[in-house]
């Protein structure tokens, strides 16, 4: 069960209501990478997640992250409800619409769940959760950057802020399951094509790095001679720049 | 510019039509987790990255994806065109929408750019990628468990692999980008509370593990005394169980 | 800020896990007249409504729903995961996108806060919440139909239970404004064709009621005859069965 | 079946056209609260509602709908048609997507049936009703604030009064039914938590009012104290302040 | 202004209700190829095409398909009202939704306007009508194919015999326009790339018919020799099989 | 198979960045009539369409939609990425989301499978296309009108020629199969009210055309009278203004 404060997690003051800041800050309370999208996520994944200490902190972190969502609508309240009758010149989002938070992006969007990424296997939850946290800080910072105020910029920082420190949270517990820098997870092992990095865009300059670099990786430059298809066996690959090294490999990328 | 080639990437051979199992293959081809959002949101994202190495391999990656959409529409093909008239009670979908592959999940709703990840910072693009590429991989071992017949899941442990084999690439990217395990990263730098574990769920046991812990994270048992806005100055927290050791913290957590 | 508590508000017990149902009870957690649109709902509205009393009963009720959410969730959870290896004829639902609640309702579509009702004043919050438990109550109703156990049907009995409570309330707050039964609110006076009825759908026996019956309201038996248009200026209306007593009726419908 | 007749339901006349105001007005065509929305739903909840005075009611009221959605129409296409080549800075929607109507909202969001509520009970049906009506009458209000011409605001003004004179008409149909203040219906009796008010959100002043007040509430003040799920069977309520007066209230909640 | 008749266009009489096909029907109520979206996206026509007996057309086809879409929702009553309680393993959707029609699809999809194709020229209104009965026809045969009652399929029978009507309607006013088989159309004349046909997909057999050939179009073999970028400016082009005719052409082409 | 050169199909260069008009360009990226939409439909046809030339010209035409996907990407990028730190008041859009492209339109919102039109049939598909490039056209003349440089403007006429090309290729296509001027396809019989015209919108001046005149068709002129059910048998029609040419005009329509 859930019980409400009436106080924020951390307080919010706006100097200066602005509408049009406002209406920018829906992005991340309505919005495909704001707070509701975080905080349901997690939640619904604790139900299904049946580690229990992992349990625990998904629904801890959800559960501040529904704070989050307070705090970042009383943000938009505060920057909507100071001004007398808002002109639909300054945002047509609150002139219409009412004034204070809305399940709206910025654009006027409604919010959809397919915004979450969720389901199966916590592996696979705490790697969408990492990446909700990225989208989540990358907006943090657009805003931080519009701003026009130091209240809202050092709630937003904040805000920033802990979209990293669960990041860290996720990152340990992911690591906890040898599953932050492991890329198997999951009950189907791969076939022998794992580690083969098809170019499959050409032209210009091939640029190469270590995602597509021996040992781990076998390079096939040309994937239609030495098509994709022919590989797929384990047999030689006419096209291949590199003598695969195929044994040491599995062992990484397989398990 | 994109050319096609009329052969699959790696040819696939449906050993008897089940028109069910076709339908629950549209989950990765038209679905959440399917080959559709990961080529568009690596092509996407393409653009806007201009590290050149990277972009080059998220254009690799994307076009090697749409072939596995190609690969993924052909089974829904087979799956479906070998019958006769297709009888609704065997497949609603088919029956009333035609024979063959739609941009439809298995459950009839039409694929949309939500499910896509994607904008201003590459490692943002490259966690989102990673978490991408794990809802693929569990649809696939999902799909794999219901497959009828030999033809299919071969093709589908195929596709399975391939998505380990590019959260690879994407874990190699990050990790050339220092950013595989630092929870870090942008421009804007976090305030004092990056390290701080907010316990708030609570009732029954709070379970405790490495993301929760010292010295890398401050745990505060009861977030209503030692409330999270008075941890927010950097002043000693009441409620919080442990010593507090910010200084090395902060350098880990926050660069 | 919102704290969790480790307990339902009210415990659930699943006597024998029933996937089909299970799939059904996404009604209710991803759903349009499910508790998570109840819950934000409420909770929007309560940054946006000024009267601190109501403030505060949004408030109380959102919190509540929330913990509703988590128990139709908790009744997912234990209709799902009681079985073993999900079979896609039994749940195409859980075998693809695994076990436990989801944000989707049964036919697989995901939430959209388009289910959402609010904006702008008080009268019209009020009222679509108990349009919203209206809905809610009657969904729940439609479960108890097909539940297949006795812990399942006690649950949403009183879940159901707690939708009439909230509209009671919903309804005593309406009527401490005074809006409960007068049509009008807001700021806007109508004009003077506020007491008629057209009807607009005739042939067959044109049926007559209360609410298209004098004194309350004047009744244009034909449009196209005493066209709407030529009504508008108040003047007398030749298709039109009754006697116009507009002073009364002004003054009730009008304020 | 339906007739057209060239001829508007009142006739509209916009003084000058105004791109931007047309822009708005797409909110009550093509938007949430618009005449879409509520002739669609009316006439759906038609087919179903078996009481003939109350269907015919209902046709009768989504038919003038439908002439209110063509006299939004006309407006919108009166606002856009006079202006020679449109500029995007005017109006970047009637630039791009061509001039009049579109079924959009004002920030281009395309109508979804998602915004109807109906089915399975008339009291169900009319309280959605009533909350579509106080939804439009909100969104005339705002664009009556911004709208730019005499012409204009008199139309609107007579769009508003339609929305109250039906609000008007589904309350005494409700009162037909006996619904209109009594919470209660359908076919499921409640159990007997059914006048608890649980105090979910405290901190600050927890404010009262007639909606958890005795002699028809029962206040439970902490529902962690005196949990919920103990008040369930009906037993004492140790945190409840109040004595409850149970078999008084049961009559009014529960019929 | 529209006006409601209380009986159908063509009556309808369903022999024997089935709640499965009820459900199927619901494609051409609420899906995406169904009544709703014809009626709509011709009447939205109506306001900006300025023709006016083509403005006359949209407005007689939108009513009567108003009326197709009373019929269908008729058939689904019918076929959903006659059955006693409603079991969610014969229809889901009629279970936990009510009985008769809504604004889903077949698959529980809620209609959206996205459906529609319009906007700001009437030959692209009156293509994207053609296109609209073709889906429409499409999926009436698809419902004929599975009715289970000569009633049902009778009405069926009919209304795909509408839609063909329309279809002839439709190119009619195209071929007034005579733009029923000249591609060109608007205010922009094409560049000198207009008859360019590039064999942008190879390998296997490449096949070739009149949309392909000289005289009117000018067949690039291998866009990679003869890059498409280099035929541009009507420079000759190297990997083109075919002398270029271009004068001819590009007076059927281009106007 | 899919391979990627990294040139584009044809080179586009935007003279100045405008970050206002890239916004506008997305309408074409990730837009209802943009070249997402039309390469997806193409190429999800190709699947279904048994007919091998057919299908080799709608792959042909599907990639080369993909490079024009391309194009559009790399003028957005062009117009975004060449500015400093993006304002919001500039563009909301890139300010908030990230430059370069993204796949929602210039409002955004996401790109959704329900703009795109397919299904079950040859003649359907190849309609749907005409219809899908004739909005693609459309709004590229929108485009090139609010084009702010030469650059801009000849990559979006290209890109404009290239939408009547495909028009013509497909109206080709469907000639071949006797389907560009003939209304009827399928397998269904139409019934004997397929040349019959309904009035069904009357009063003011009822406009007559080749859409409604003999000997094609039979105009009813009042529905109510000569009701379109009695009609249906195929009997004489009191209300119809003109003898009814039976025979020939079956023939005509419905082969």
Do not use: C
């Amino acid at each position: 069960m859930f019980i409400h404060k009436k106080e924020l997690l951390v307080p919010v003051k706006v100097e200066a209501p602005n509408l049009r800041f406002g209406q920018y800050l829906l992005e991340q309370f309505g919005g495909a990478t704001g707070e509701l999208t975080a905080s349901l996520q997690y939640f619904v994944q604790s139900f299904h997640v049946t580690n229990a200490p992992l349990k625990d902190m998904l629904l801890d972190i959800a559960t501040e992250e529904m704070g989050h969502l307070e705090m970042v609508g009383m943000l938009i309240e505060q920057h909507t409800s100071g001004a007398s009758k808002v002109k639909a010149e300054e945002s047509q989002l609150f002139a219409l619409r009412g004034r204070g938070p809305h399940f709206l992006d910025s654009f006027g969007s409604a919010w959809t769940a397919s915004y979450i990424n969720e389901g199966g296997d916590v592996t696979r939850d705490l790697r969408a959760n990492i990446a909700s946290e990225a989208g989540a800080r990358q907006t943090y910072e657009s805003l931080i950057l519009q701003a026009p105020d130091e209240g809202s910029k050092k709630a937003l920082v904040h805000l920033l802020t802990r979209e990293i420190s669960h990041t860290a949270m996720f990152m340990e517990a992911l690591q906890s399951l040898g599953k932050l820098t492991d890329p198997y997870f999951g009950n189907i092992p791969p076939d022998d094509t794992v580690n083969i990095y098809f170019n499959m865009s050409s032209n210009g300059k091939d640029e190469r790095g270590p995602w597509n670099s021996e040992p781990k990786f076998r390079y096939v430059a040309d994937p239609l001679k030495g098509r994709p298809s022919d590989v797929h066996p384990g047999v030689s690959v006419p096209g291949s720049e590199e003598v695969f090294e195929s044994d040491k490999q599995h062992s990484v990328l397989r398990r």
